[in-house]
């Protein structure tokens, strides 16, 4: 079964930085899109980027010109790199297939991102 350990959150001040790491436990990167997902509590997980296994990205609105998703097919990972981080990104970040729940019904912990000064 697929498994998706997600790392790399923590607390940073509003501009900072932080990239996002996601691992796969199968060899599922080639083959599907991905998509970096976040969630904050009394809400449903949203979609944040998505990166198709050809490399075409897109990004939710509020994103935009601030995240960017890249992939290594190779390694089985997936990175979301953060700048410029704002307070309502807070949040715990999750990757996945996309559309989820593809190759798996489970999702990772998450990491969980802190934007506050």
């Known amino acids: 079964q697929v498994e998706f350990a997600e790392s790399g959150g923590g607390v940073v001040q509003p501009g900072g930085s932080l990239r996002l790491s996601c691992a796969a436990s199968?060899?599922?990167?080639?083959?599907?899109?991905m998509g970096w997902y976040r969630q904050t509590p009394g809400k449903e997980r949203e979609l944040v980027a998505r990166?198709?296994?050809?490399?075409?990205?897109n990004y939710v609105d509020s994103v935009k010109g601030r995240f960017t998703i890249s992939r290594d097919n190779a390694k089985n990972i997936v990175l979301l790199q953060m700048n410029n981080l704002k307070p309502e990104d807070t949040a715990v970040y999750y990757c996945?297939?996309?559309?989820?729940?593809?190759?798996?019904?489970?999702w990772g912990q998450g990491t969980q991102v802190t934007v506050a000064s």
């Open positions: 990166i198709t296994a050809g490399g075409r990205t």
């Open positions: 199968g060899s599922i990167f080639g083959i599907y899109a």
């Open positions: 996945n297939t996309n559309p989820a729940g593809v190759v798996t019904a489970s």
